[in-house]
């Protein structure tokens, strides 16, 4: 029978690519469960929460502190929004990322991605959900690319 740990470490695996699980999910993890359902709801490290499990998909949704894990523990993660100087201090507040303003987009991302958003020094400034493709991030000059779910200055 397959462990919390690794189920979790799978779902990371698939979503955000090889070694993700291990490079976000340490043995030292603590899971905690949903009172109702009895299912998989967060992730700790420590008294640090490093994502959740979303209830109607199974899939990850990151902190900032399980993106900055992530970052630095991958060779080349395919989740990833550049955004530009201008842009950075609205997004690290909370507001969502416009597509004019992304200056370099992982080719790898479907509208719907968790995506972590960096700025141009690769700092992990928010975490969101993609609405275009990487692509269309890069070759679009209106629309919302990216609605943040957590940033920065707010999750403090």
Do not use: N, W
Request: hydrophobic share 45%.
């Amino acid at each position: 029978m397959i462990s919390d740990l690794e189920r979790v470490r799978a779902i990371a695996d698939y979503q955000f690519g090889p070694g993700a699980g291990e490079a976000l999910f340490p043995d030292e993890v603590s899971i905690r469960y949903s009172k109702t359902t009895g299912r998989i709801r967060h992730i700790y490290l420590g008294e640090t929460l490093l994502a959740s499990v979303r209830p109607s998909d199974g899939f990850l949704t990151l902190t900032i502190a399980g993106a900055e894990r992530l970052v630095a523990r991958l060779q080349k993660p395919r989740f990833i929004v550049v955004v530009s100087d201008v842009a950075a201090p609205m997004v690290s507040r909370g507001r969502s990322v416009f597509a004019k303003h992304v200056i370099e987009a992982s080719p790898e991302i479907r509208p719907g991605d968790e995506v972590v958003v960096l700025d141009k020094e690769g700092k992990v400034i928010a975490v969101g959900r993609a609405l275009l493709s990487g692509m269309e991030m890069l070759s679009f000059d209106v629309g919302v690319a990216v609605r943040v779910r957590r940033c920065r200055l707010r999750d403090r």
